[in-house]
């Protein structure tokens, strides 16, 4: 059993009901996985291997007594950013270090709980703090490393999601996508993952940071595995104000169908400068090879795309100052001691509590939004937002799905960007869009430049994360790039 | 558009962030870049445009009008940092 983190989810079902494992071997097999690992990689904040093992327990039970749902007794990882009751839940910041959730998020009590999938949860990883960063180097628990090579980062935010994954920690995690946060690192990681519609997933219980822009998703090692989680998180929550009232397809069931006469959109302005020639070439081998399985190909024209990463560096900051200003030591969080009175209070707890980029995305925030500014910053931005979504609109008329990069290059030295914001803001040119127009969108790997990953986007229309699982799944049936682990960890 | 320090002190007051006579200057030196970045916008033409709501021009749901929150106030205070008889305590703010 010594293969248990190689395997894929519809497998580790088939054993668990074969009776080949049981959870608890499992689940003992992911937590001494990540004993021996994670000191390299710094991907979990912290590991619930106890409640693990209970969960695991309570999975065999169920899986004895025959009413075991998909993913019962499967072990899964959660980022960070998700309230699971009784568990610290510090969304990498200072601030919640101590912050134990007293409730679960939505997706946390549909995939753990008893009456839910049962799934095992392994503990929560580490991220950048507050979901703010594309390298996972903000976090207060120190910077997460990219298993393929550890002195490079693993991307960002969920980039703890993605190295626990990749190294075989666990067999799929959560993750949140507001500007690229799931598909940036998975594609540095050789992952595969989706960010699905503005709404499918519950954000309840999920630490907002751009509330119009967040969205929960899953990393996993295949479009398959993605399916099967994803499934299980999705679907309407009344506890969401933002949740969509719309059956959720059968993304499992949809893998198989064939893509014969799929129309496929290149944008021109994702091809553009700023992509690195090595990355280019593997993406164009995956649109020849998906042309091979039938799909037509044609150019889109997406030209307000160069204008997403000014667009969300005005309504994300202007979001995450207010969704932020809730943390100011009072009710729960970081308190600063000795104050003088209730500003310095306030004032001490969030200067000691947030750390650099969450303070520059909070002065961001507070500058665009502030009296004289708003018209100029705000207001602007959500026009030019408009237009971005109306590329969007336009080009879906033409074709099923729109094919570009995920990143500009692999993964990067750790410490390389880390004094120039602009820089590394750059890293999300082509999947902000997506979380502007609120459409899913997803990133599979398609190869490796000198033994570091590339990945691929997949962008879809509004609710066609079965067409875009499906188009990846057929993807990964005619080739092997995602099947490739890390030496050092397989 | 750039930030001088005392600009950035000024809006570091507004977002209730005390900040270390040291970070002001690197602070005001990103700050400017980025909202040099986000100049980009100011050239584009956007009359006739409406700003953006909501993606799926949806329209926010009424739910019957029930109780159905719990009293879970004895949860929720476990984890404030200060508290006492059931109130949230903080520094005194009148004298």
Partial sequence: MTDLHRLSIRALAEGLRARTFSSRELTRHFLDRIAAHDPALNSFITVTAEQALAQADLADARLTAGNAAALTGIPLAQKDIFCAEGVRTSCASRMLDSFVAPYDATIVRKLHAQDGEGAVMLGKCNMDEFAMGSSNETSWYGPVKNPWDVTRVPGGSSGGSVAAVAAGLAPAATATDTGGSIRQPAALTNLTGIKPTYGRVSRYGMIAFASSLDQAGVVARSAEDSAYVLQAMSGFDPLDSTSIERPVDDYVGGLGRSIKGLRIGLPKEYFAEGLAPSSRELVMAAVRKLEELGAVISEVSLPNSPLSVPTYYVVAPAEASSNLARLDGVRYGHRAEGVKNLEDLYKRSRGEGFGAEVQRRIMIGTYVLSHGYYDAYYLQAQKVRTLIYEDFKRAFKDVDVILGPTATDVAFKLGSKTDDPVSMYLNDIYTIAANLAGIPAMSLPCGFVDGLPVGLQLMGNYFEESRLLNVAHQYQQATVWHTQMPVAFA | ?95
Avoid at chain 2, 5 to 27: I, S
């Fill in chain 2, 1 to 95: 558009m750039s930030l001088t320090p005392e600009q950035v002190k000024q809006v570091a007051h507004l977002a209730r962030l005390e900040l270390q006579p040291d970070q002001v200057t690197p602070y005001a030196q990103q700050l400017s870049n980025i909202l040099g970045m986000v100049d980009q916008l100011t050239a584009v033409d956007t009359s006739g445009v409406m700003p953006m709501a909501h993606p799926l021009e949806l329209t926010q749901r009424l739910r019957p009008d029930q109780v159905t929150e719990q009293n879970r106030r004895e949860a929720f205070q476990a984890v404030a940092p200060a508290v006492e008889d059931g109130l949230y305590l903080v520094p005194k703010v009148i004298e």
